[in-house]
């Protein structure tokens, strides 16, 4: 089972999970990243930073009624969650 990703997370494309998340649950200090939150991508370099939401997440686990965000889920932009919170595995 992949890694829950979080809000700060960092992606395959350099960026980070931006979020809102959902901040009444705390994985290691930070909020929960779910589906449709957002991906800070600096890439490409001639457009400067852009905003795409996460459109891929877990099919059996819900939090704050939305998929939990987990390592390898993907983006509008393709980019992935490259690194999660290891003490929390995500079916």
Excluded at 27 to 55: E, M, N, R, W, Y
Aim: aromatic share 2%.
């Amino acid at each position: 089972m992949p890694a829950a990703a979080c809000v700060g997370d960092i992606t395959s494309h350099g960026g980070t999970v931006t979020g809102p998340g959902v901040p009444t649950v705390m994985i290691g200090g930070k909020p929960a990243a779910v589906l449709g939150d957002l991906h800070a991508c600096p890439l490409p370099p001639q457009h400067g930073p852009s905003a795409s939401p996460f459109t891929m997440g877990s099919a059996t686990v819900m939090i704050g009624g939305r998929p939990a965000l987990r390592v390898g889920d993907i983006c509008g932009c393709a980019a992935s969650v490259l690194v999660g919170n290891p003490t929390v595995m995500i079916g």
